[in-house]
C-alpha cells in the first residue's frame, strides 16, 4: 500500500483526491477533496458515517437535513484566513452548489452511529494556537477537535512556514494505551502556497519496521496508518495541511519519539 496518494486533475465531477477505509487499508478515515466551478453541484448522502465539510476556498450554498445555508466560505486560499465548515450527522442527504467562480472543498469523514446536531462551523469558532518555537512554530486551527460534538471525528488545519518544522517532535497515535495513547488514522492533505512548492514527511517506526522519507507536493494527501509522522516545509515554501483523524475512541492523546522528547521542556 503507497502512504502517498499524489494530485490528479480534477474528474468529471471534480474529485481531486479519494481515500477510503478500503482504499487505506484501514477502518476509520475517509477523504475526498473536489474543485467545483460556479453552478456545479455536489449531492451525498452520509449514510452510515459523519461527515465535516471543510471549506477549502470559493463560497457555496449548502442544504443539508433541512437546513439551508446560502453562502459558506470566502477565503480565497487555505493561507488566507480562517475555515467554514459543516458538521453532518449519519443518515443525512446534503447538497453543495458552487456560488463563487470556483470552490474547493474537503469531506472528511468517519463512521458513526448517531453523531451529532447538524451545525455550521464559522471561522469565529475555530480556535487557534501557536504551537513550537523557532523552526518549529506553527499555527494549528482547530475545526473539529475535542471541545466540538461529534462521535468518533476529528478534524484540523495547519499552516507551517517554510523552512519550519511541523507535527514536532515527532509523535505517534498507533496504540490503544489509553489515557497514555489513543489509536487513530489519519490523513494529511498538503498544499503549498506556491505551486512548485515541496516538503518532506516522514513515517517511522522505533523499529523501523516503517521508514519513509516522502517527497510532498501541492495537493498531495499522505496516510498515516502507524508511527512517528513528522513534516519539513522547504525553505520558501509556506505548507498548509488538513488533518482528519478517527479511531474507536475520540480523544488526540499521543506519544512522543523519546529520542526527541526532550524538545518538549
Not at 41 to 70: D, H, N, Y
Amino acid at each position: 500500500m503507497s502512504l502517498l496518494v499524489s494530485s490528479t486533475a480534477p474528474a468529471a465531477d471534480g474529485c481531486l483526491v479519494r481515500v477510503t477505509p478500503e482504499s487505506a487499508g484501514w477502518r476509520y478515515v475517509g477523504f475526498e477533496a473536489y474543485r467545483l466551478h460556479r453552478g456545479a453541484r455536489l449531492e451525498r448522502e452520509t449514510g452510515s458515517r459523519e461527515l465535516c465539510l471543510v471549506f477549502l476556498s470559493g463560497r457555496a450554498a449548502v442544504a443539508a437535513a433541512g437546513v439551508k445555508w446560502p453562502e459558506v466560505g470566502g477565503r480565497e486560499s487555505v493561507f488566507e484566513g480562517l475555515p467554514h465548515s459543516v458538521y453532518l450527522p449519519p443518515g443525512t442527504t446534503f447538497a453543495v452548489e458552487a456560488v463563487s467562480a470556483e470552490l474547493e472543498i474537503a469531506l472528511c469523514w468517519a463512521p458513526a452511529e448517531t453523531g451529532s446536531e447538524p451545525v455550521l462551523i464559522a471561522p469565529g469558532d475555530c480556535r487557534v494556537e501557536r504551537r513550537g518555537s523557532g523552526v518549529t512554530e506553527r499555527e494549528v486551527r482547530n475545526i473539529l477537535m475535542e471541545e466540538r460534538p461529534a462521535e468518533s471525528l476529528l478534524v484540523t488545519e495547519v499552516i507551517t512556514p517554510g523552512g519550519h518544522w511541523s507535527s514536532y517532535p515527532p509523535h505517534k497515535h498507533d496504540t490503544d494505551d489509553l489515557p497514555r495513547e489513543a489509536y487513530l488514522e489519519e490523513t494529511y492533505y498538503h498544499r503549498t502556497q506556491r505551486p512548485e512548492g515541496v516538503a518532506v514527511q516522514l513515517l517511522y517506526t522505533e523499529d523501523r519496521d516503517l521508514d519513509e522519507a516522502l517527497r510532498v507536493g501541492d495537493g498531495d494527501t499522505v496516510l498515516v496508518p502507524r508511527g512517528y509522522h513528522p513534516v519539513s516545509a522547504g525553505p520558501g515554501y509556506d505548507l498548509y495541511y488538513l488533518n482528519v483523524m478517527a479511531g474507536p475512541v475520540r480523544t488526540w492523546r499521543v506519544t512522543y519519539d523519546p529520542h526527541h522528547a526532550w524538545q518538549l521542556a
